[in-house]
């Protein structure tokens, strides 16, 4: 089986414009040559990919089949297109991330920032997602670096520490806990609305672990997948909640309190790449940079005065 690539293009153009003629116009070739290309592709793979009416080709299940894998190897082309882009004008290439939401502001900071200006010539792209989907990205290699905290999978990937988070109760401003300024417990949080993590999250089954031990019960009909969500749904329904990682930008909300909860749950904050794949030079360098760091990510997640 020889299959060429202006073969998959005219299939691909049948298929995306819904008939030859159109097709043929797309690719700027003729009706004729759209159709022995077709035919090509058809001898070549052994079977039929449309059913010829006297007016149209209709695709068959097998053709929609391949159509899919076919946009897939088109991704992996424009990939491609988009690396080879980078690298003509950006020396050093391009690094992609998948950065959890929580951790984006103190990694904007303290690690893109500072690697920004050691390779001035690099082109950096940072999604924001949450940690099963950059592990999903890492699996099908949309992303070279996931920057998320202690995973829960069985998945083969390779992690470096990089730091270490604490825990911290959020709440209204106005809460009497607020006031009282002192470090939360699980049973001050007795009979309260609290906004939980989804059910997924390995911060969640820990947390899970250490409310269970105290033996409160609280009203718990939300669930959410980011600490920002979390939060708005405090501010907004004068709930409570308890997150791992209290950054700087809840730090700066007025509408909210962030105090210490005890028992101390951590997480670590991790780089997590595919296992057993050739690491490109800026990845690499990217790894070596942020580990040598040591970034303090407690630092910045003390509460305000006004909350002392």
Known sequence: MALTLKQIEAFQAVMTVGSV??????????????????????????????????RQLVPTIRARTLQAEVERAFLGLKHLEVIAEALRE???????????????????????????????????????????NALDWLTIRQCDIGVTFEIMSGRSFEIRRIGQTKAACVLPADHALARRGEPVRPEDLAGETFISYMTDSGFRGDLDR???????????????????AACELVAAL?????????GPQLAADRRLAMLPFVPRLSSDVILVQSAGLARAPLAKAF????????IDFLADLQPREDQR
């Open 210 to 228: 250490a409310l269970a031990q105290a033996g409160v019960s609280f009203d718990r009909r939300f669930d959410v997948r980011t600490t920002a």
């Open 287 to 294: 790894v070596d940079f942020a580990v040598g760091q040591a």
């Open 21 to 54: 003629t159109r097709a043929a116009a797309h690719l700027g070739v003729s009706q004729p040559a759209i159709s022995r290309m077709i035919a090509d592709l058809e001898g070549s793979i052994g079977f039929a990919l449309f059913a010829r009416t006297s």
């Open 90 to 132: 950006h020396g050093e290439g391009q690094l992609r991330l998948a950065v959890v939401p929580s951790l984006l502001p103190i990694i904007s900071s303290r690690l893109l920032a500072p690697f920004a200006k050691l390779y001035p010539t690099a082109s950096l792209s940072i999604e924001v997602v949450a940690t099963l």
């Open 238 to 246: 004068g709930a409570v909640t308890v997150v791992p990682t209290p």
